[in-house]
């Protein structure tokens, strides 16, 4: 049976990248009829925080990618946050020191330093120097009275080290390139490494599916797993992903567009825009002169309090801007994999069906945007209504949207007329009409549509034919527009599209009929005489 596992480090949202990782764990294993197992890296005391860990929970939930083992569903490998899971580490550590494979170091970081510097003049790969008599347990006392760092370094067997991934093939490590590195901190507390080999194979996991900057951890790990007498999983680093702008998709970029923006449109209160952002006005400050970064959250508050549109990183954002997860997941499980043949949209049935380790590739995937927003109108078009009414209650629950109000049959019909829209937050914006108790008029669609000259005498005899209307739903309402299209020899855009402005305040909308049908007869006559009021 296969058994993959996700192992996320819990230090904030879960990155996209994160999210491929995770899907390709969870595609092989329901591929393989295995278990997809979900565990918890947290042996970082400073870094990592139980918040981070529910909100890595709570994307994968969103993007339907459930875990058999781990936190919340539990499991018979438990636990699975490895801060819990101590007394087993600690008995494998004590095994590795009992057999010499393993010993303690008590060096300070300044002397640290010097040898690394010294390994830099000599122009070799800086290692650590093994003693040639290893620490006993007294040297171990004396060096903590003396307020010593006391760590456990791994002792590296000495020989090249071939890794055998999937994507790579055979990767040789040479002997000299990887020295004795730390496996138990001075806080106690194992680090990635160790504590990641002794799980994968107390929890069975047969295939490690990773990122490729892992790639040069894997040989410390096999040396690991062979010192403990453990068995070798399959190994397959992914090839990266990268971003339009070239580099790593990184939440920096984020921060960088939302800086721009503020710079650029001058005048902002830059109080105000610090308490929306839930940061003092010194960290704003910081933040603007790039002094420092601000977390996700406040990024995302503050640039939608301006409406600016920042590139999504995080899988939070893409469920803030609008995408549906069934889109996100199968433009994701394209990054660095491909189902051998010319498909492109394909639902989750399908993925898990197609989906193939050996059919990752070695080449970088460009996190391509366009992409992603064709393959989220298409995942919009061909997705259950109920379920896409699900998608549009939550988006807009997440950005605390006043159309959360109205309820599901309202709703359901929003989406059946927005048909064709690129992203739930499309259909946000051509409902928003109907949510607010004056409109706005762009600016654009004042020049545009309302300051031509006739406007305002069409636009008075179309509030006439609407008022004389007794039936107000679709189908009434076009005829009367089509009728008084007629009448006046002119084209339906004469009429819709300053009809349009008047009760919307844009030149988008759903289709005017039904437009008007929502939002009501009187609240419609009411909009008209206000433009007209606007207009003269
Ligand atoms: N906790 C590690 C990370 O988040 C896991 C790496 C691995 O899959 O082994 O990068």
């Known amino acids: 049976m296969i058994v993959t596992r996700f192992a996320p480090s819990p230090t904030g949202y879960l990155h996209i990248g994160g999210a491929r990782t995770a899907l390709f764990c969870f595609l092989a294993a329901r591929k393989g009829s295995g278990k997809f197992i979900l565990r918890m890296e947290d042996t970082d005391q400073k870094r990592n925080t139980p918040t981070a860990a529910q909100q890595v929970m709570k994307d994968l939930a969103w993007l339907g990618i459930m875990w058999d083992e781990g936190p919340e569903v539990g499991g018979e490998n438990g636990p699975y946050y490895q801060s819990e899971r101590l007394d087993i580490y600690n008995k494998y550590m004590q095994q590795l020191l009992d057999s010499g494979r393993a010993y303690y170091c008590f060096d300070t970081p300044e002397e640290l330093q010097i040898q690394r510097e010294k390994a830099q003049q000599d122009k070799r790969t800086y290692t650590y120097d093994r003693p040639e008599v290893l620490p006993d347990v007294a040297a171990v006392e004396r060096a903590e009275k003396e307020g010593r760092p006391v760590v456990v370094r791994f002792a590296m067997p000495g020989n090249d080290i071939v890794v055998q991934d999937v994507v790579r093939g055979g990767v040789r490590f040479g002997a000299a390139e990887i020295g004795d590195f730390i496996i138990q901190k001075s ?16 929890m069975g996991v047969t295939h490690i599916l990773r990122g490729q900057e892992h790639l040069m951890n894997t040989p410390g790990h096999i040396a690991l797993q ?40 001058e005048g902002l209160d830059h109080a105000e825009l610090a308490q929306v952002g839930g940061v003092s006005v010194e960290e704003f400050a910081g933040f ?17 309090h301006i409406h600016v549109h920042l590139p999504e990183i995080n899988v939070v954002d893409f469920l ?60 919009m078009r061909i997705i259950a209504p109920e379920k896409l009414l699900e998608h549009f209650k939550r988006y807009l629950e997440v950005v605390e949207s006043p159309i959360g109000k ?37 600016e654009k669609a004042v020049k545009k549509v309302l300051q031509k000259d006739g406007v305002a005498e069409l636009m008075k005899l179309t509030q006439s034919a609407l008022a004389a209307l007794e039936t107000w739903d679709a189908h009434s309402l076009h005829g009367a527009i089509e009728k008084l299209c007629e009448e006046h020899q002119v084209g339906m855009g004469k009429v819709a599209q300053p009809l349009r402005v008047a009760i919307t305040g844009t030149m988008v909308s759903p289709p005017i009929d039904e437009s008007l049908m929502l939002l009501g007869k009187e609240r419609t006559l009411k909009r008209i005489d206000d433009t007209l009021e606007f207009i003269s």
């Open 406 to 442: 109205a309820d599901d049959k309202t709703l359901a019909h929003l989406l059946k007329i927005c048909e064709g829209a690129r992203t739930l937050e499309d259909v946000a914006t051509k409902s928003m009409f109907l949510f607010v108790d004056k409109v706005e008029f762009d």
């Open 320 to 379: 803030h801007s609008g995408y549906i997860p069934e889109a996100l997941v199968n433009f994701v499980s394209l990054l660095g994999w491909n189902p051998g043949d010319n498909r492109e949209i394909m639902p989750i049935e399908e993925l898990i069906e197609a989906f193939d380790i050996n059919r990752l590739n070695k080449t970088n995937s460009l996190f391509d945007r366009k992409k992603l927003i064709s393959f989220n109108t298409e995942h």
């Open 226 to 265: 062979e010192a403990l007498g453990f068995r070798r999983p399959v190994y397959a680093h992914m090839s990266v992903t990268i971003s339009e702008g070239g580099g790593k998709l990184s939440k920096r970029e984020r921060g960088k567009v939302l800086r721009q923006a503020i710079k650029e449109a």
């Open 187 to 202: 806080d106690g507390f194992p680090t990635y490494h160790f504590a990641c080999v002794v799980d994968d194979e107390l």
């Open 288 to 304: 603007l002169n790039k002094k420092n970064e601000l977390d996700g959250p406040n990024i995302t508050a503050i640039a939608e």
